[in-house]
């Protein structure tokens, strides 16, 4: 989950919720640029974080506090095994980009153990075998991918609260033309992104948050029957070119 600090307690956005707003954002992107199969696509943004189920498990810090995404370093190994297999009862598509999102967010802790190792390898064929079989090459793989990514670190920033104020850009990341992209607020609490890359002049998304009052919990049902019980906003971000 997603955990911003308030004045009062803890504002929490699920990654579930998270993922569906990078969907949105795709479903904005120019037509005349979008990629190939996009519907596939944003299925496959839409759904890579499904396995995250914020009522279930363990999800408090050492100190009792809602435990932000970031800061879990753990890397379940089933549990990754388990989005891998689920991802391709939606086709080799959506199999593929969360295959590559999940080698993109693991790479970097290669040789922490050798059931990752085993797991980022066992990626690496599937993702070979799948664009053969898509009868696709490499770089439209990453095309596409990186079309996924973009959309996953935009709406991350609304979600972490990033934005920064005084009409300062910040960087998205690298769309699937290669392009640089960055993100702005503006001053009348409008956003927009240099250069523009949707279809419409201006348009408005949303997610939804949860608001806990408590700094405190003492076990994960305690924070669970307070996520349930939670009042819920809708945070809403009105993009203008």
Known sequence: MIVNLT??????????????????????????DRPERLIETV??????????REW??????????PLDFTLDKKSSIPKLRKMAA???????????????????????KRG??????????????????????LKITKKEAEKAYAFFQW???????????????????????????GKRYDIMEKKDGTVTVLPWPFEEEKFTVNVEACYL???????????TQALQTAPIELLEWTFAK
Not at 21 to 28: C, D, I, N, S, V
Not at 56 to 65: N, P
């Open 7 to 32: 004045e009062t307690g803890w504002e929490v956005i699920y990654h579930r919720a998270h993922a569906l707003l990078a969907a949105e954002l795709a479903g904005h992107w120019h037509r005349k």
């Open 43 to 52: 299925a496959a943004i839409s759904h890579h974080d499904d396995l995250e």
């Open 56 to 65: 279930e498990g363990d999800h408090l810090t050492e100190a009792g506090a």
């Open 86 to 108: 689920d991802s391709r009862y939606r086709g080799r598509w959506v199999a593929l980009l969360t295959s590559m999102h999940m080698s993109f967010l693991n790479e970097g």
């Open 112 to 133: 922490e153990s050798a059931e990752l190792d085993s797991f980022l390898d066992e990626q690496v064929e599937m993702q070979k075998q799948w664009i053969k079989g």
């Open 151 to 177: 959309c996953d670190r935009l709406s991350l920033i609304l979600c972490q609260r990033k934005l920064p104020a005084g009409e300062r850009a910040l960087e998205i990341s690298k769309g699937p033309d």
């Open 213 to 223: 009052n408590q700094m405190k919990f003492d076990s994960n049902d305690q924070l």
